[in-house]
Nanobody, 120 residues
Framework: QVQLQESGPGLVKPSQSLSLTCTVS??????????WTWIRQPPGKGMEWIGY???????YYGPSLKSHTSISRDTSRNQFTLQLSSVTPEDTAVYYC????????????WGQGTQVTGSS
């Protein structure tokens, strides 16, 4: 059973950077054909796809956040990390990490989500 767990600060001041880590258990982030994604849901809005880091280490970002988003990984810890620079109150959201499966063409495992608020 694959499990994902987000961790990071709940409150980030505007203009500062946000760093969230997703720790994966029950499966390796280097296993072929899986893509490790970040998704967020602002209050009262739908899900917004942020980007992914693939099993190969390649990354891809959604156009709306591409300019201030970075996703990296630590294979020795089986973790991947989202960094969002120059946070604004509009970055307030519940942030989720998830595994996207090429076989199912869908996210098949999700973390529980973590609330991040951009506020002074």
């Amino acid at each position: 059973q694959v499990q994902l767990q987000e961790s990071g600060p709940g409150l980030v001041k505007p203009s500062q950077s946000l760093s969230l880590t997703c720790t994966v258990s029950g499966g390796s982030i280097t296993t072929n054909d899986y893509y490790w994604t970040w998704i967020r849901q602002p209050p009262g809005k739908g899900m917004e796809w942020i980007g992914y880091i693939a099993y190969s280490g390649s990354t891809y970002y959604g156009p709306s956040l591409k300019s201030h988003t970075s996703i990296s990984r630590d294979t020795s810890r089986n973790q991947f990390t989202l960094q969002l620079s120059s946070v604004t109150p509009e970055d307030t959201a519940v942030y989720y990490c998830a595994r996207w499966s090429s076989d199912f063409h869908a996210n098949d495992y999700w973390g529980q989500g973590t609330q991040v608020t951009g506020s002074s």
